[in-house]
C-alpha cells in the first residue's frame, strides 16, 4: 500500500480539501482527503481485526487474506476520484452532463487503469480491478466490504471524527472506542419489499452499545446543519457552481478568450475534453485557486464578478425561504405526529413552488452579474426513504441474546428524529430587485395563490 | 427536484398500478422501467446498491403521503425488514395514459426481487456499467455479481421472464434488448 501512497493521483490528494468551502466559515477546516484517506485506512484495519477475531472464533470458516487486503485497499483508495472541491464540482456534473465530475466514477477508472493500478500489481493480476469493484459496487453484501460500506464503514468513522477535530465543533463526538469495541458480526436476512432473498454477514453492534449508537446517529445529523449545510459554506459552494456553470459552456463554444483563462489551462481542457481520465485528473483545488486572479480580469462579467466573490469571500447573502415558511406557518402547540408530518409535507411542496417561480424569474435575465442562487438539501437522521427498509441499510443493535435489529426498532430518540431541510437563496449585495422578487413569491405562497394550491 | 407537481407524479402511480401498489422497490423500479420505456423521464435516477433509485421519487411519494393524496401503510416482513403499501384515496390523481398504466400494471406484477435484478441489469447495460468483452455484453453477469444474495432459487431466471414480458408490451420506446 506504500506503493500506492507514492503515486500521482494518490498524491493529487493532498490539493483536494476534505471541506471544500468550509475553511471559509471553520479556519482550522484546510484538512484535506489525503489524510482522511490515510485516517480511513487506519481505522478499516481496526474494522477488519473485528471481522478476523469473529471468523477464528466461530472455527468453521476461514478468514481470507485476499479479500481483507483488497477491501483494506477500496478503503485507502475510496476518495481518489474527488474533484475540485469534491461534492461542489459533482454537482456541476450533473447539471453539465460531465460523467468524470462524478468521483465514483474517475476512482473506479483510475483504480484500475493508471498508475493506481500498477502499484497494485504485485498484489496479483485482478486485484487492481477487484479494489475497484468494491468501489463501484457500493454494496455492504460481503462482511470484508462492510469495513468499506456500511453504517459503521472506516470512511464515517474517520470523516466525523477529523471533521469535527479540524473544525472546532464541540458537538458530533462519538466515542469510537466504544463503538469499536462493541463491534460484532451478525447475519441479517435481505429482501425486496414483502419478499425474503438470501442472508449476509455485517457489522453489528453489541448490547453494551446502545447509547453511544443513538448518540453517534445524533452526532453525524448534527455535522449536517452545524457544519456540511453550513449557509456561508453553501453559498462560496454555490458561487463555485455558477461560475463552473457559465465557464465549461463559454470554453465549449470556443469563446475561451472570455473567460480569462489560456486556451491550454487545465480547466479549459477538461471543459473541451471532459470525457478523458487524464483531463479530469488534472483538477484540483490548487489549480482553480491558482486560476482565480486571471477569471477576475474575465472579459465575461459573470465569470469575474463571481471569481472576485471567492477571492475577497464576499458571499451573497442568504435567505433562509424555508425558514420563513416555517415562521408563517407555525405549529399548534402539543401537535400531533400526523399534523407535524402533514405541516412538512406542506413547507416542502411550498418551498419547491417557490424555487420553480425564482428559476423562472432567474431565466427571464440570463447573464446576470447578480443570479440569485438556490440552495436545497435534505438529510434524514437516519435514513427512512432508502429502497426497501432492509436491515443491510440500517444501523443494527443487539439486545439480547437474540438477533440483533434496526436500532429505530429500539430507540425512540432516533425512531422520532426529524429531517433537516434547507431551501435558500442567495442575493448579491446591493440586488434590491432580486430582494422584492423574493419578497412577492414568498408572500402570494402564504397568503394562498389559486395556482399553487395544494 | 422534479418539477412542480412531483408529489402529483409520484401518487399517480399508485392508480395506475390499480390502486394500489406494495414496497418502495417496486414502487422504485416499476418507476424506473416505466421511464426506460419511454413514459416519461420526470425522476432521475442513479445507481445505490438496491438498484436504480431516485431520491427525487422518494420524496415527492412522501410528500404526497403526508398530504394525504396516497396513503402508506408499513408493515414488517417475515425476513424483518420492512415494507410499504401505498393505496389510492379520493385525491389521488388518476391515471392519464392507459398503455402508460398498462405498463405499470404489469411491472407491478412482477416479485421485487425479481423486479431489482431486471431494472439493475436494465440500468447496467444503459449505462455500460459492465464488461462486455468478459461477460459476453450481457448485463444479467454483473447484476448476479452485484447481488449474489438475491440471484439464487431460480430469481435470476424470474427476472430475465418478467423484463421479457415488459419487453412484448407496445411502448413509446423499445426496452434495452438484453433477454
Known sequence: MWQVIQTPPFQRLRRIRQLGFSEFVFPGATHTRFAHSIGVFHVARQLMRVIERHIRAAGNLRYRD???????????????????????????????????????????????????????????????????????????????????SSQFDADRLDYMQRDRLMTGVESSRIDA?????????????????????????????????????????????????NVYFHKATRAAEKVFAALMLRLVPLVRQGDVRRTGLPVNHPICRFAKEPNRLDRASALDDSVFWGAVPQLMDAKDAVI??????????????????????????????HATVAERTLRNAEIRERCRQIVVRIEAWSAERPGSTSPVLIDQAARQPYKKIQDSRSLLNQILIRQGPGDPVDMAEVSPVVASAETFEVCRAYIFDGDSESNVMLENIIGTNIKGDPDVRL | MSGYDGHMRAA???????????GRTRLQKVVYLAQLAGYG?????????????????????????????VREEERRADW??????????????SSEDPARSAFIQAAAQIDPVALELAATAAF???????????DGDDPWVETARRK???VGNGQLERAKAGYKILMALKTPRQLPHIV
Not at chain 1, 185 to 203: H, Q
Not at chain 1, 305 to 331: M, S, V
Open chain 1, 66 to 148: 485476499s479479500s481483507a487486503h483488497i477491501a483494506l485497499a477500496a478503503a485507502l483508495v475510496h476518495d481518489v476520484g474527488h474533484g475540485m472541491f469534491s461534492h461542489a464540482f459533482e454537482e456541476i456534473g450533473g447539471k453539465l452532463h460531465l460523467p468524470l465530475a462524478h468521483h465514483e466514477t474517475v476512482s473506479e477508472r483510475l483504480i484500475r487503469d493508471s498508475e493506481l493500478s500498477e502499484a497494485m500489481r504485485p498484489l496479483g493480476s485482478g486485484f487492481a480491478n477487484d479494489v475497484a469493484a468494491v468501489i463501484k459496487g457500493g454494496k455492504p453484501g460481503d462482511l470484508y466490504h462492510s469495513v468499506v
Open chain 1, 177 to 225: 472506542t466504544w463503538l469499536s469495541a462493541n463491534l460484532e458480526v451478525a447475519s441479517v436476512n435481505t429482501g425486496a419489499d414483502e419478499m425474503a432473498a438470501g442472508s449476509v454477514e455485517t457489522l453489528a453492534l453489541g448490547p453494551k452499545a446502545f447509547q453511544v449508537a443513538e448518540s453517534y446517529v445524533l452526532s453525524l445529523f448534527q455535522l449536517y446543519p
Open chain 1, 304 to 333: 469575474a464578478r463571481l471569481a472576485r466573490c471567492l477571492w475577497h469571500r464576499e458571499l451573497p447573502k442568504c435567505f433562509d425561504i424555508r425558514l420563513r415558511l416555517e415562521h408563517d406557518l407555525p405549529l399548534r402547540a
Open chain 2, 12 to 22: 399517480r402511480v399508485v392508480n395506475e398500478a390499480g390502486g394500489m401498489l406494495v
Open chain 2, 41 to 69: 423521464d420526470e425522476f432521475p435516477f442513479e445507481y445505490k446498491h438496491y438498484g436504480p433509485f431516485s431520491e427525487d421519487l422518494a420524496g415527492d411519494m412522501e410528500i404526497a403521503a403526508g398530504l394525504g393524496m
Open chain 2, 80 to 93: 424483518g425488514g420492512r415494507y410499504s403499501i401505498y393505496t389510492a384515496t379520493e385525491r389521488t390523481p
Open chain 2, 124 to 134: 447496467l447495460h444503459e449505462n455500460g456499467w459492465y464488461d462486455r468483452e468478459k
Open chain 2, 148 to 150: 449474489p444474495d438475491k
